[in-house]
């Protein structure tokens, strides 16, 4: 039976169309983990996510505004920020949220593109993130592109077993 639910205002529009769908959920590697968490994620990523996972996987969504309401850990997280603003108590809330080896996965909008609703001065950039995350033990150690105008970025901890 399918552990599927839901705890989210409406998600924000995509960002352009997503790139390679039919493979998208693999290249993130959120078809395994037992428990994954949606952040803010577009509900057409979010149905990708949902339909590619196993039945007697948990896939939950929620909204940035509503992260603190999960008290359950999770083995992946998914997080779709592409605005500084506000962001810290939600990565923080996202890290808090992470199994011990759990992989963390960042969607933000790239900085040399037109297209996104946040102006890129005012986007998240992997060295934002690098220095965020750090402080918690978590090393970005891939990136997959998601849109034309997205890229997701990889953050595991020492204690992480899953492969690159």
């Excluded at 998914?78 to 011990?100: M, Q, Y």
């Excluded at 996104?116 to 998240?124: F, M």
Aim: glycine fraction near 8%.
């Amino acid at each position: 039976m399918s552990q599927k639910s839901k705890a989210r205002s409406p998600a924000p529009p995509a960002s352009g169309s997503l790139k390679n769908p039919a493979d998208l959920v693999a290249r993130l590697e959120l078809l395994l983990p037992e428990r994954v968490l949606l952040i803010d994620v577009p509900r057409e990523l979010a149905a990708l996510v949902e339909n590619a996972r196993a039945a007697d996987k948990t896939t939950l969504e929620t909204s940035g505004d509503a992260i603190r309401s999960v008290k359950e850990k999770f083995d992946a997280i998914l997080v779709w920020r592409e605005d500084r603003s506000g962001s810290r108590s939600i990565f923080e809330s996202a890290v808090g949220g992470l199994e011990p080896g759990g992989v963390l996965w960042v969607v933000t909008a790239m900085k040399k593109v037109r297209g996104p609703k946040t102006p890129a001065v005012h986007r998240l950039e992997l060295s934002d993130l690098v220095k965020g995350f750090g402080k918690n033990g978590l090393a970005n150690d891939r990136e997959v592109r998601v849109s034309g105008w997205n890229v997701a970025y990889r953050f595991v901890g020492s204690g992480s077993t899953l492969k690159s």
